[in-house]
């Protein structure tokens, strides 16, 4: 469960889409809220989502270092929300997504034994630049916590007030 600020809702597809800040760095997140989610909370509200990704385009690295040598200029712990970009440089308006280009710290990992034909082999939680998220990965090699990870996902989860706050 990961602690954010609340900014808001936006009609998205067929559902909504959840504007949010991480607590640290304040870094802009959209997530696509789930059923179940709290509509009632208001902006700077203090919620808790159980991120998941889904759609994901991933590159895996046994060590940091390993990770540091494949992504040479990249920062090891990073967040970059695409889908909160709104207008690029020469105008063109972005449609507001919740990709997320990230890079962390594989904090631990649940391996799926007999995965189905369209189940994932592991469910993986990681640490990113202000906050954490699980993620079901597609990857027949192995996986194990202290990995590196870096890719694309899209976010979803359900947005709720925190539990002291209830």
């Known amino acids: 469960m990961t602690e954010l ?6 009609d998205f597809k067929n559902g909504k889409l959840c504007r949010v800040e991480t607590l640290r760095l304040r870094i802009p997140i959209n997530i696509e809220a789930k059923e179940g989610s709290d509509f009632s909370l208001r902006e700077n509200d203090r919620c808790e989502v159980e991120i998941s990704g889904r759609d994901s385009e991933l590159r895996i690295y046994p060590s940091k270092a390993a990770f540091m040598d494949g992504e040479a200029g990249v920062t090891p712990y990073a967040t970059m929300p ?23 710290e594989i904090m631990d990992v649940r391996h799926n034994e007999h995965p189905g034909e369209n189940d994932p082999d592991y469910y993986v939680t990681i640490k990113a630049s202000d906050f954490v998220f699980d993620l079901p990965v597609f990857y027949k090699d192995t996986i194990e916590k202290g990995y590196w990870i870096m890719g694309i996902t899209w976010l979803t989860g359900v947005v709720k007030k925190p539990q002291a706050a209830l």
């Open 5 to 10: 600020y609340f900014i808001g809702y936006k």
């Open 82 to 104: 695409i889908g909160t970009m709104g207008e690029t440089p020469d105008g063109r308006q972005v449609e507001e997504t919740p990709f997320l280009v990230f890079s962390g």
